[in-house]
């Protein structure tokens, strides 16, 4: 049984910086892609920034040079720290993970059905 948990988020001041996590149980995660997807109020969910198995990255163009995403495969932990948070950046934020072993890079994608498993969301607030 594969479980997501996020943690890590809260309300900040734009500017400000926060460091999310997802601990995954039941997986394993250097053999899989993952990413981080969000959804804003009123909103569809989007993808923010996907992870290869060998640790080729994908990001949005909203969150380049802002966010970086990377993974603990020993301590099964995917991380996004998010640096120079924006209003505009608030959301609910998603782990997910996907079930196809070592994907190629040219694979990755930002797009949701890529992804089949999912956390249940930590909110992050920027004002």
């Known amino acids: 049984h594969v479980q997501l948990v996020e943690s890590g988020g809260g309300s900040v001041q734009a500017g400000g910086s926060l460091r999310l996590s997802c601990a995954a149980s039941g997986y394993t995660i250097s053999s899989y892609c993952m990413g981080w997807f969000r959804q804003a109020p009123g909103k569809g969910r989007e993808g923010v920034a996907t992870?290869?198995?060998?640790?080729?990255?994908k990001y949005a163009d909203s969150v380049k040079g802002r966010f970086t995403i990377s993974k603990d495969n020993a301590k099964k932990t995917l991380f996004l720290q998010m640096n120079s948070l924006k209003p505009d950046d608030t959301a609910m934020y998603y782990c997910?993970?996907?079930?196809?072993?070592?994907?190629?890079?040219?694979?990755?994608?930002?797009?949701?059905?890529?992804?089949?498993?999912w956390g249940q969301g930590t909110q992050v607030t920027v004002s």
């Open positions: 997910a993970a996907d079930d196809w072993p070592f994907l190629p890079r040219g694979e990755l994608s930002l797009a949701q059905d890529q992804f089949r498993y």
């Open positions: 992870i290869t198995s060998d640790g080729y990255t």
